[in-house]
């Protein structure tokens, strides 16, 4: 009772303007009046140590100071009836968050919500009252926001996304404002990062993607804020642009490579179903192996001519080959013929690159036995 004595006069009182007051300028002198007044339930709630108290306090500083908004005709009364209607949905938001409640979770996200759009209606007039002021409101807004970032902490990331770029909706283009777009930009950029760590190129594009609409958003504003502020949101504009790149660069290798793949498996399979085609080829080949060498290259000749060239038949002269030297040069020529390496396969076909090898295998196996 004791605790609520003051309350209870200030409330009964509160109606009460002097005439004086109200002939002299009755619109500024009502807002000055009534900011006067919400300023009062705002110390007495700072004051108090119950919450129930402090809440009720501050809701009778709010409706005050919604009054004095309403009532101002000049800037001056303007921004600041704005900022402390601003503040004290603040203090009201973190009063509710440190209930830990979960059914006022509507009721702060709203609190925090009047707030910002109070501290949007302030910004923009804020240097009528001087640029200390001025100052001061902008960091207020940015402690405002970093309670926000505190209370949203909890959920999920992407939740976490949703609900500030909703709550920056409600700034004007400010300072606190590109930091929280470049706070979302930079998880968006931390998890294109984390995929691209698993080769997840896809997935890293994506990421990288969605980080440009918050930079993008913070880049515009970026012309009257903090120089170091500025910094930031060029040096991670300069390394998302080199991840893109980067990532643009891994999915042209990791299609090659698949196309690569892809172009070896069909080879090996074209080359399976050859040297199952060859199959009578390559036994009749393995039989003539019992021939001379001489009876042997002209077998092959004849089964088998060779393609690509003129020389159809072997180079058997009548009174040489017998010789080792003889036959050393004519396995030589007949394996120039046949080489693998000669056969225009996009010519000539794959089963006979195959039957060219096998034949280029058999001659090289003779000439081996002579040396």
Known sequence: MILLFPYCCLLLG????????TEKNPSTTLSSFSR???????????????????????????????????????????????????TTCWRLATLKMATGCASDQKVIHEYFKDALQYFGKAYPKRN?????????????????????RTWIRPKDEDDRIVALTEYLEYLPSCGAKVEGYLYIATIYFKKGKEALKFDEYENCQGYLKDCRVPLGEAEKMCDNVDPIIRLDVTALKKNV?????LVKRSIARAKDAQARQQRELAEAKEKEIAMDQLKTDIKALDLLLKLSIELFVKQVYQSWPPKGTKETQPSLTSSSTSSSSSQKKLLIRAISHYHPDKVDKSVHGIKWQLLSCEITKCLSMRLARIK
């Open 14 to 21: 509160s109606g009460n303007t002097s005439k004086a007051d």
């Open 36 to 86: 006067a007044r919400g300023n009062t339930f705002f110390r007495l709630a700072r004051d108090q140590r119950f919450d129930m108290v402090k809440s009720i306090s501050y809701k009778s500083a709010l409706a005050c100071y919604e009054k004095a908004y309403k009532w101002a005709s000049r800037d001056e009364d303007l921004v600041s009836a704005a900022k402390n209607a601003a």
């Open 128 to 148: 009528c009252k001087g640029e200390k002021w001025a100052k001061h409101l902008e960091k207020s807004i940015q402690d405002c926001l970093n309670d926000i």
């Open 241 to 245: 642009e080199y991840h893109e790149g």
